[in-house]
């Protein structure tokens, strides 16, 4: 799936049946059910989903567990615009070319 498809997946009911978690969370985060969202991603142990968990909490605006997370998943506190991250979050487990210099998880 690329990029694209997986945003125009955002006009169904409910996500593809091949989305990893991650993406799954993030589907549901487009969708604006944060907290569908984070069910997923909230004891997955995985780096790229505590990548989504870290966005998450970022964007809850509990900036302290968005940073607890983004060490867990190894990566540096992001603070580019939230679309910017999730964007990159969606290529980066799509595994896409990154768009606009933002960390993949």
């Known amino acids: 799936m690329s990029p694209e498809e997986f945003r125009t997946s ?7 049946q091949m989305l990893t978690a991650p993406l799954t ?3 549901w985060d487009a969708k604006g059910d944060w907290a569908r969202a984070h069910g997923l991603v909230d004891e997955l142990e ?3 989903g505590m990548a989504v968990h870290a ?3 970022r964007k809850e ?3 302290w567990n968005a940073s607890y997370w983004y060490d867990r998943a190894g990566r540096q506190f992001c603070r580019p615009a939230l679309e910017d991250e999730w964007q990159a979050l969606v290529e980066g487990l799509l595994g896409a ?3 606009g210099g933002s960390t993949p998880p």
């Open 55 to 57: 966005y998450l909490h």
């Open 25 to 27: 969370a993030l589907w």
């Open 61 to 63: 605006g509990t900036d």
């Open 10 to 16: 955002l006009t169904l009911d409910s996500p593809p």
């Open 97 to 99: 070319p990154v768009s």
């Open 46 to 48: 995985s780096r790229e």
